[in-house]
Nanobody, 120 residues
């Protein structure tokens, strides 16, 4: 099973940018779909973006602002977040699954999560 560790979170002002990293170990990410999800206090976990061999998917609320990419040589997936809004404040999780999916229950391995706070 692949282990995942997120990094790059923190506090940023509205309109700013952050880049999250999801470093994998234990197995290569080449054959995996890697997804990003987020969960704000009192809200359900929300799909943000995913990358698989067949392409990328984005949640409606982040399209045009967030970009997901992967560096298979570094076994790492990145989430570039631009034009951040206060509504983007949440704990962000990366996850690994065996197929292209936007539903959290289809992912098998999860990181511990990292806080992103956007101040208005």
């Amino acid at each position: 099973q692949v282990q995942l560790v997120e990094s790059g979170g923190g506090l940023v002002q509205a309109g700013g940018s952050l880049r999250l990293s999801c470093a994998a170990s234990g197995r290569t990410i080449n054959g995996y779909t890697i997804g990003w999800f987020r969960q704000a206090p009192g809200k359900e976990r929300e799909f943000v973006a995913s990358t698989s061999w067949s392409g990328e998917d984005y949640g409606d609320s982040v399209k045009g602002r967030f970009t997901i990419s992967r560096d298979n040589a570094k076994n790492t997936v990145f989430l570039q977040m631009n034009s951040l809004e206060s509504e983007d404040t949440a704990v962000y999780y990366c996850a690994a699954g065996s197929r292209r999916a936007t539903l959290s229950h289809l992912y098998d391995s999860w990181g511990q999560g990292i806080q992103v706070t956007v101040s208005s």
